[in-house]
């Protein structure tokens, strides 16, 4: 079963790891976590293939070059790095943004995911921390910390700020396909599989539903095979 969880953590990875507009990142986020494992998003090739989208790229690094006292260039520039797969300059770009703007939490939250991205998980967790002081209930920085604690073996206190987040806001979609993850990755499909069907309930268009019904897809066909 290590293949199908293996699959499972990429898709997780891709999302979290890279915020997109109407994820469930994407509340958190400039323009827009649960980095089980840190993975290079699949979607840095085809935005690369589109000259628009390599010139929108291209102008944003030139407004930030010119002027790099704008908090929605930074942000946003942040954001189109860790699109293309480039952490380590949005890393740059987005301690920029928080220096604009110290105590935003979706830049904050930006911030610690692009150091997850860059396997640093440690330095991820203290910016998401440091988001959570300033807004302990925001479901992102709670999803993006807790997926970033189950990264590094961290398994128990992940689950229970996942649980926590939940219990406070039941419609927390990122948190159930966090639990999804944990449970396909322990073994307990039937579990995972009834966290990924909450996900496709509360959120049917998001890119993590689209996950969640792929994996879900899958782990019934393993569960059916199994006496």
């Not at 979607?43 to 790099?68: F, I």
């Not at 998401?128 to 604690?149: F, G, I, M, Q």
């Amino acid at each position: 079963m290590k293949r199908f969880t293996l699959i499972v953590l990429v898709l997780t990875a891709t999302i979290a790891l890279a915020p997109k507009p109407g994820t469930c990142a994407d509340k958190a986020a400039a323009k827009p976590a649960t980095a089980t494992k840190t993975t290079a998003t699949k979607t840095s090739s085809k935005s690369s293939s589109n000259p628009a989208v390599t010139d929108s790229l291209g102008m944003l690094e030139r407004a930030v070059a010119k002027d790099s006292s704008k908090w929605d260039n930074l942000s946003r520039l942040g954001v189109m790095y860790m699109d293309r797969d480039r952490p380590s300059d949005a890393v740059k770009v987005l301690t920029k943004a928080t220096k604009v703007r110290p105590n935003h939490v979706p830049t904050i939250v930006n911030l610690g995911a692009a150091w997850d991205a860059m396997g640093k998980a440690q330095t991820a967790q203290s910016y998401y921390r440091e988001a959570l002081k300033l807004a302990p209930a925001d479901t992102v920085a709670n999803c993006r910390l807790a997926s970033s604690l189950y990264s590094v073996n961290q398994y128990k206190e992940a689950m229970d700020l996942l649980r926590n987040v939940i219990a406070a806001n039941p419609r927390a979609y990122c948190a159930y396909f966090t639990l999804g993850v944990a449970f396909a990755d322990a073994g307990i499909y039937r579990e995972a599989i009834k966290a990924w069907k909450k996900v496709v309930e509360i959120a049917p268009g998001s890119p993590e539903a689209i996950s969640a019904k792929e994996s879900i897809d899958v782990l019934e066909r393993v569960v059916q095979s199994t006496p």
